[in-house]
């Protein structure tokens, strides 16, 4: 009788659920579709590169795309480790009053390989798409149309123009930073441009966000890149490895602009004495000292 009794409180408490599901879920959706409508094309449009600033290099892509390809393989690896979850946690849940536990499995060999063997292949898959996006990245051209040696002092950077053999500059020019002058790259869209790295005291690590690429600047190593800026406009760039006490101020402006500007902006440099090549904190503090 007693079971019989209790049947109108369970249904009654079953149907309340129900009804708090047929609320809930409209909510949670339009709270959702509400917000994505509150978000500007420019943040759906970061939403879908995952955070990933538009590209505005050459080399940027295969980096995006492997961004965007790792996270789609971490997404499917999660729902299946979270559907089998769901399916142990549905399939052998408690049916029946009695505690006694259910059959335990101290081995499970195919299983124990599984989980031995998935991980190896993810890591195995992740590692070869990885090598061959960076073979990509470094990958250098036979003749760069342009050469920027580029030098990370404490605490700026200074950036020579290899433009001796250009006739619409005729000399080698450069530009150097200081903590209080940040300093601007200048760049032609379209153009290939080498990359020296080199430091005269401690590691530094030249970064442009928007070129999704930073290689380290090592004293006494000739580090070096290559790129084709494919986006005009104003990029930040920046020091991304912990150089000491004004690393924060290791800031410079990359100015992505047509191939005449980019001459027109170097022969200012040369009209203003900037000829020959600066050596970091030589040219950069009007004393000659490091700080
Ligand atoms: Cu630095």
Redesign the pocket.
Known sequence: MGGIDQLPAITGGVTRRVRRTRLVLPAVLATGLLGLAGCSTEEVGALKRLGMPVAASDRAVPIHNLWIDTWIAAGLVGFFVWGLILWAVVAYRKRTDNDALPRQNRYNLPMEVLYTLAPFIIIGVLFYYTISVQNTVLAKTPQPAHTINVN?Q??SWTFNYKEAGNPAVGNDVWEAGTIQKTPDLYLPVGETVHFNLSSPD????FWVPAFAFKMD?VPGRANNFELTPTKEGVFRGK?A?L??TY?SA?LFNVHVVSPNEYNAYLKRLADAGHIGEAKGAANAYPEGGQR
Request: hydrophobic share 35%.
């Open positions: 990370g404490k605490w401690v590691i530094h690590s600047v020091c490895e150089c000491g690393h290791m």
